[in-house]
């Protein structure tokens, strides 16, 4: 099989780091031949803390999907979160050189959109166009042909910690693999989940992972905003261990299968069996004690979400809804309570299917693997011709970056 149709998603999430290798046969067509998904440990609320077991649990994911793949990988486009992420809106504007816009003048008046003055240890993961302006029309999505003399972009700049981007890129390079592309976690969520349609009309993707629960949203086709909530699916099983005294892991079995947010909802006699802790006999607990706890963590994120919202007025904007994908979203009754508080449908975002793609992976906790899998082929011809000459193999990541604005452009339109 020729490396030029191979493409690599790389998820190094809280829980779990996840590999997915694809072959691209045409641009809209993916199949997966590889898939390699271990427990994470290293990693804090989006973050490396310990870079060995994240290393260990890297390679281990990887190895898994190269032998069910059958081929070696040496690239792939990886994701990044964590609450040191922080993004905001940007304008830039430039004159046009020659009355007709050329990519030239694109890149410029992106370079004037990115200059904005941002503290020296961070660095910009992407600059996404929302719209340009030729002269005084607005909303347009490719300027280029067109006639004018001024042309303005407005931007989304999404910046994250310099140190904290190349821990993550450091633990992947020790595995052999080339980070090749770095890409917001939620945009590769979206990517997986969200449907043209949904972008254009206004909503919200809420990615609730392991350890953080990470927001994109959209509007008119474009990433208006995106943040990083430092509250995940562990902060629910976290609360459960604490309030039925029980250990993690079976906080943890208890939600996943017996978890709920909606306690009215249940039959208010049914209970189950828990262990208790070490020397400690099991325990009969009501399940709508469970969903007590679980509901008052969920009703914090949902408030949590809803004073973004408030906060970046983006109430008008928002009205195709809401999508909960990440494997924490899949608590029952999350979406129910969803659409109570935030006042808006809300469903849970399943990946589109392609492919070669078992049913495993129709899982919501797949969706930012998928994601980087779609980003990772849209940009397979950057991957390879970059990979044709790259005898060094360290990353220069704020240089690669700087060719990112090309290829984020390339990406939208
Ligand atoms: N069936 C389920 N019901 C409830 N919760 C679930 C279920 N399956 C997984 N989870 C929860 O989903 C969370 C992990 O989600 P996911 O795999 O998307 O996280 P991650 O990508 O590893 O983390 P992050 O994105 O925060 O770095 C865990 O808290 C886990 O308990
Ligand atoms: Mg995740």
Same mark, same amino acid.
């Given at each position: 099989m020729s490396e030029k149709n191979l493409i690599v998603g790389l998820d190094v999430g809280t829980t779990k780091v996840c590999t997915i290798v694809g072959v691209q046969h045409s641009p809209t067509d993916i199949e997966i031949i590889g898939i390699g998904t271990h427990p994470s440990h290293g990693l804090k609320k989006g973050s490396v803390v310990n870079i060995d077991k994240t290393v260990r649990s890297i390679q281990n994911s990887v190895e898994e999907a190269k032998l069910m793949a059958g081929v070696n990988i040496s690239s792939a486009t990886i994701g990044v979160a964590g609450s040191h992420i922080y993004s905001f809106n940007s304008s830039g504007v430039v004159a046009v050189r020659d009355k007709e816009i050329t990519q030239e003048d694109v890149d410029r008046v992106l370079e004037a959109a990115k200059a904005v003055v941002i503290p020296s240890d961070r660095e910009i993961i992407h600059v996404i166009p929302q719209e340009f302006r030729v002269d005084n029309t607005q909303g347009i999505k490719n300027p280029i042909g067109m006639c004018g003399v001024r042309l303005e972009v407005h931007v989304h700049i999404v910046t994250g910690s310099i140190s904290l981007i190349q821990n993550l890129a450091k633990c992947v390079e020790q595995?052999?693999?080339?980070?090749e592309h770095i890409t917001l976690q939620p945009i590769a969520s979206s990517e997986a989940v969200l449907s043209v349609e949904e972008k254009e009309m206004g909503i919200i993707l809420v990615d609730i992972g392991g350890g953080t629960t990470d927001l994109a949203i959209w509007k008119d086709g474009s990433l208006i905003h995106s943040q990083i909530i430092p509250v995940g699916g562990n902060h629910f099983t976290n609360d459960l261990a604490v309030a039925l005294k029980i250990p993690h892991a079976e906080a943890e079995r208890v939600k996943i299968n017996h978890g709920s947010v909606?306690?009215?909802?249940? $039959? #208010?006699?049914a209970h189950i069996t828990v262990q208790g802790l070490s020397g400690t006999e099991p325990r009969e607990v009501q399940l709508s004690v469970i969903a007590q706890v679980l509901g008052a963590r969920a009703e914090e994120l949902f408030d949590i979400i809803k004073e973004v919202i408030a906060d970046k007025n983006l109430s008008d904007e928002i009205t195709g809804g809401v999508v909960l994908t990440g494997?924490?979203?899949?608590?029952?009754?999350l979406s129910e309570m969803g659409e109570y508080l935030l006042e808006r449908p809300t469903k849970i975002g399943y990946p589109v299917p392609f492919g070669?793609?078992?049913?495993?992976?129709?899982?919501?906790?797949f969706s930012t693997v998928l994601g980087l899998l779609l980003e990772n082929g849209k940009r397979s011809n950057t991957v390879y011709t970059d990979n044709n000459n790259h005898?060094? $193999? #360290?990353?220069d990541l704020i240089g690669r970056l700087g060719d990112s604005l090309r290829s984020v452009f390339k990406e939208i339109f």
């Open positions: 595995t052999g693999i080339k980070p909606l306690s009215e909802k249940l $039959n #208010q006699s494997g924490g979203a899949l608590i029952k009754g070669g793609m078992t049913n495993i992976m129709q899982n919501p906790k005898n060094n $193999n #360290q990353m």
